[in-house]
């Protein structure tokens, strides 16, 4: 099994543009997440979806949006880059929210 | 301000000595889960504790679990430089709900 995938692993924008980091699992998971991990700050939650249709808001949910259009796919979409945007985001996908989270391997932004 | 407080934030020892770390709250946890994370990877399940007092063991790893349910621990035994990375704990609160919030946590180095 792929387990949680997260595409891409390395990008750069500059200022105001926008993009989507894409997230996919095959584990028929209904809970999914998306984090940013920033030097000593941890994880912090920026959106969340507890099944296809659902989505809700995590701690940092301010310059970005998501869908759940599908049970596999939790794309998050960054409208307009800022440089407070740089960060390593973490994609994850549980059975429930009160299960153990599988991860991808992270997608590292940096916004000039 | 951080829900969970993990101390201390940054670890080096020999190999072969033993080691703490902690994972503080005042609020109550439903459920308490510890993480190990390597270098561009994401974060792994270790262990979840869920009762008052619980105690689980994974090898020379020993997980507590508050009796107030507020506060965990991880005790690594005769460490290995194997165990280097970054130890996280995560956790559900009552009116958290679906949110899991983590600590900032523990980087760990083991030294040959």
């Known amino acids: 099994n792929a387990g949680v995938t997260q595409t891409p692993k390395f990008q750069v924008l500059k200022t105001g543009q926008s993009m989507t980091l894409q997230c996919a699992q095959d584990m028929n998971h209904e809970y999914m997440s998306w984090y940013r991990q920033d030097p000593g700050m941890g994880l912090r939650l920026i959106h969340y979806s507890v099944g296809a249709g659902i989505t809700d808001q995590g701690e940092v949910p301010n310059g970005y949006n998501v869908s759940r259009s599908t049970t596999e796919d939790f794309p998050l979409r960054l409208l307009s880059a800022a440089p407070s945007q740089t960060s390593v985001y973490f994609c994850?996908?549980?059975?429930?929210?009160?299960?153990?989270?599988?991860f991808g391997n992270g997608t590292r932004l940096t916004v000039t | 301000t951080q829900l969970l407080e993990q101390s201390p934030q940054f670890l080096s020892i020999q190999e072969g000595e033993n080691l703490t770390v902690y994972c503080n709250s005042s609020s109550v946890f439903s459920s308490l889960q510890w993480y190990r994370q390597e270098p561009g990877e994401g974060p792994v399940l270790l262990v979840t504790?869920?009762?008052?007092?619980e105690v689980k063991k994974l090898k020379r790893l020993t997980f507590q679990f508050g009796d107030a349910r507020k506060d965990s621990s991880l005790h690594i035994t005769a460490a290995q430089p194997g165990d280097t990375g970054l130890y996280l704990c995560?956790?559900?609160?009552?009116?958290?709900?679906?949110?899991?919030?983590f600590g900032e946590g523990t980087q760990l180095t083991v030294n040959p």
């Open positions: 504790v869920v009762t008052g007092g």
């Open positions: 994850a996908s549980s059975y429930s929210f009160l299960s153990p989270l599988h």
């Open positions: 995560a956790g559900n609160t009552e009116t958290s709900g679906s949110r899991l919030t």
